[in-house]
């Protein structure tokens, strides 16, 4: 681990699905923080610091953002395309983790320039070992751009 | 009504589609056809009345008369004239003919006598050497004779030049038996002029005529002709002047025909000779006095029609002929020429020009009965009438041909855009297929993933002693597998409704949204809420148990986004509108952005994650609404503005299940 505080935007709208996240990473001792938004509206306005997360203390950027594809309101592709076309926002590695194992997904999202498509395995142990893997190779082995200050 | 004119309106387009593709073709070709209707009318004034046919003058078939011969026979023809004598060339074509057609052993000799260009007594003489040296030695036994030079000459000259035959004359104006005054063997055919009629006929066309002038060439003939007059002249309908020409040069003459006033009239009687002598024929004749005046011109002679003479009633040299040649072969047969008398009628017809009828502007009925008419024109269709009818039949294929294809093209049509429609029926089926195996897989995984992992964690916990998360983790399972339940339910009901629909009846709304909060238990009014039916709901026709299900739906939706601030009311009504009676569900509850007016009735669309339900129920509505032909759509005016859920179910009476 490098001694600086990295900061993980996970967009989950299943509460489980997040809590299994949370909870994999902190047995692994993966990320610092990790904050949780539950649609695609609260993604944007997280990430372009709109609405509630206007303040940039409720809003520091992410060195990773861990991307649900199925989410209400704006669905997980169109919050690939608009971080991917933010000049601020698209060195960010987003990282898909979806349930769905669709060809057609997976195409769609590496073509908005996801940096990864992963799917959530429903067997435990992978599930886990998913997560460890995910968190040693993206913020471990990754050598991510150093997140300006906020 | 309206509908009707609709359809005809969509039918006319179609059939503009068909025919003329676009509207400027459609153009183009409108004014393609106002640019052929002048050719076309033209061909069809062509067609019907532009052509003038000269009917055959003196065109009576002579009789065929046979005659058996053993030896070849000469007979002899003398012509008063010259070749070129319209009349005399016509009488001389009656004769031959007539002969020819008797017996091949005929064989008709013509001579001359030429007294228009030589009228002199001494050249008599010459030619009757010349006869002399011809025939002289022959016997003839006919001979025949045409107009009074001829039979003068014939009569002066016979005992020396052919004693024994018989002389058959024709052509004779104002014949009297003093002609033949001690003369045997001879008979003929007398040329009696229809004076009188020709006077009469055309004084009843031309009413206005107060003088008439008589054109005679003052030649033996002329006067002959001339003096044939004097009696009919007495009969005339009414009170005219009548002139004599006087001998005239070509140019005097025309002089004197361009000076008549227009309501004067010209009988030709017999012209040949100029007074200097000069020969001119009929048809020149005709042409030139018709030219020259403004009053008509009428003839006794066919020989003048069609070439500027009015008309009248007409003597046709050929017939004459003919008739004189079937007695010359009576004589040949046999029969004694003192038995044949002279025959002192002959055939006449009245007959008129059209061209000239058209221009003194004498109508076709003002004229006697059983008149002949030429020049008339003669529509085109009278003389080409197979080929008319074979041209109509061919275009009529044509155009039949042209509609069938026109036809077969709108079915082809019809039968194209049903293919289209069903495709798209199709796509959007396999569309919606394809996003409910995807979404239902996803939404199936889901708490998959969750009992998994939570289990797993429950595993972990309990080996490692920790009891602490151990109860909220069997609740998220719990929960997990709930959902799974609820949700497999529900794609079992959606499935369901697409196949299974029930016998429509008629029923009152009203009672079935009493129904439907019934069957809800009373959850909103438990809760604090209040729920409002409209009485006067309209009576729809429609299958019951779906539309109940529709509304139990809507107000359970209404009832799961009210406000935490305020008290949930909801309204069942309804409204009338054009189409219908549109039937309501409106809450005071959260409301909702016009941007998802759209995606809240898709398949597992929710838009708070957070609310309870699976996202199937507004899919299942939506579903059953359409399957009643029906249309549903929400309306709300933002956030924190309530929504209304309107649909319409229309009496269609039709088969349940078909989309429109």
New interface residues.
């Given amino acids: 681990m490098t001694g600086e505080a990295l900061r993980i935007l996970l967009v989950e709208?299943?509460e489980?699905?997040a809590?299994?996240v949370k909870?994999n990473f902190a047995e692994h001792h993966v990320a610092n923080t990790i904050y949780h938004v539950?649609?695609g509206e609260q993604a944007l306005q997280y990430l372009f610091r709109q609405g509630k997360f206007a303040s940039a203390a409720d809003s520091p950027k992410p060195n990773l953002i861990l991307l649900d594809l199925?989410?209400?309101?704006v669905d997980g592709i169109e919050v690939l395309k608009q971080v991917k076309s933010s000049p601020e926002l698209k060195a960010i590695p987003v990282v898909v983790l979806t349930?769905?194992t669709?060809d057609k997904d997976a195409i769609k999202a590496y073509s908005s320039y996801a940096n990864s498509y992963l799917v959530?395995?429903?067997?435990?142990?992978k599930?886990?070992l998913l997560m460890k893997d995910l968190g040693y190779y993206w913020l471990a082995w990754n050598k991510n751009p150093t997140a300006s200050r906020v | 009504m309206a509908s009707m004119r609709h359809e005809r309106g969509a039918a006319l387009k179609r059939f503009s589609a068909v025919f003329f593709g676009t509207r400027t073709a459609a153009v183009v070709s409108t004014l393609f056809v106002v640019a052929a209707a002048v050719p076309i009318y033209s061909v069809y004034h062509e067609i019907m009345y532009s052509e003038r046919v000269v009917l055959p003058l003196g065109d009576k078939t002579p009789p065929r008369a046979r005659l058996a011969l053993d030896v070849p026979t000469e007979i002899l023809v003398i012509g008063s004239y010259h070749v070129g004598h319209e009349f005399g060339d016509a009488e001389m074509l009656g004769i031959l003919e007539t002969l020819k057609a008797a017996s091949p052993l005929l064989q008709p000799r013509i001579e001359y006598l030429d007294t228009k260009y030589y009228p002199e007594k001494e050249h008599y003489d010459r030619f009757a050497a010349l006869i002399e040296r011809k025939y002289g030695s022959k016997r003839l036994p006919v001979v025949m004779v045409t107009d009074d030079p001829a039979l003068d000459f014939a009569l002066t000259y016979r005992a020396a030049l052919f004693p024994a035959a018989a002389i058959v004359f024709c052509g004779i104006n104002d014949y009297t038996p003093q002609h033949l005054a001690g003369q045997q063997n001879v008979t003929g055919i007398a040329e009696a002029l229809a004076v009188g009629e020709t006077l009469a006929i055309a004084l009843a066309l031309h009413p206005l005529t107060k003088t008439i002038y008589l054109l005679d060439d003052h030649t033996a003939t002329g006067i002959a002709t001339r003096h044939n007059c004097e009696e009919p002249l007495t009969h005339l309908a009414r009170q005219v002047d009548v002139h004599d020409v006087d001998p005239l040069t070509r140019r005097e003459l025309v002089g004197l025909v361009r000076a008549l006033p227009a309501d004067s009239l010209i009988l030709v009687l017999s012209y040949s000779v100029f007074g200097d002598g000069e020969v001119i024929s009929h048809h020149a004749l005709a042409r030139l006095l018709s030219d020259s005046s403004r009053a008509p011109v009428y003839g006794l002679h066919e020989e003048l029609l069609g070439y500027g003479i009015v008309g009248g009633r007409l003597l046709a040299g050929r017939s004459h002929g003919a008739a004189a040649a079937e007695l010359a072969l009576r004589i040949l047969a046999g029969e004694p020429a003192a038995s044949i008398p002279v025959v002192k009628t002959t055939p006449t017809r009245v007959m008129f020009d059209d061209t000239e009828l058209e221009r003194f502007g004498v109508r076709l009925d003002e004229l006697p009965a059983g008149s002949i008419v030429v020049n008339r024109p003669v529509p085109f269709i009278e003389r080409h009438f197979y080929l008319v009818v074979s041209t109509v039949l061919v275009i009529l294929i044509l155009t039949t041909a042209i509609v069938a294809l026109g036809l077969n093209m709108g079915l082809r049509l019809r039968a194209q855009r049903i293919i289209e429609q069903q495709m798209a029926t199709l796509e959007t089926k396999n569309a919606e297929l394809e996003r409910f195996t995807?979404?239902a897989s996803?939404d199936l995984?889901?708490p998959?993933?969750?009992i998994?992992?939570?289990?797993?964690?429950l595993v972990g916990d309990a080996k490692a002693g920790r009891f602490a998360r151990m109860e909220s983790d069997i609740a998220?399972i719990e929960?997990?597998a709930d959902k799974m339940q609820i949700l497999l339910d529900d794609l079992l009901e959606l499935s369901r409704i697409g196949r299974v629909i029930g016998l429509p009846a008629d029923f009152s709304m009203t009672a079935v949204a009493e129904e439907a909060i019934e069957l809800l238990h009373g959850t909103v009014q438990t809760e604090g809420g209040e729920i409002v039916v409209a009485a006067d709901m309209p009576t729809v026709y429609a299958d019951q148990r779906r539309v109940r299900e529709v509304l139990q739906n809507l107000i359970e939706n209404a009832h799961k986004f009210t406000r935490p601030t305020a008290t949930p009311h909801i309204e069942v009504g309804w409204r009338a509108e054009a189409e219908g009676p549109v039937f309501f569900v409106k809450d005071n509850g959260l409301g909702l952005e016009p941007r998802?007016f759209d995606k809240i009735f898709g398949l597992f669309?929710?838009?708070?994650?957070?609310s309870p339900g699976t996202g199937i129920g507004l899919a299942l509505v939506k579903r059953i609404v359409e399957l009643h032909n029906g249309r549903i759509w929400v309306e709300s005016e933002g956030l924190g503005k309530g929504a209304t859920f309107c649909f319409t179910l229309p009496d269609t009476r039709r088969p349940m299940g078909r989309k429109s």
């Fill in positions: 709208d299943n489980d699905h809590e299994l909870r539950r649609d199925r989410l209400p309101k349930s769905s669709s959530k395995p429903v067997d435990f142990a599930f886990t | 995807y979404t996803h995984k889901s998959l993933i969750t998994k992992g939570f289990l797993g964690m998220r929960g997990a998802f669309d929710k838009l708070d994650p957070a």
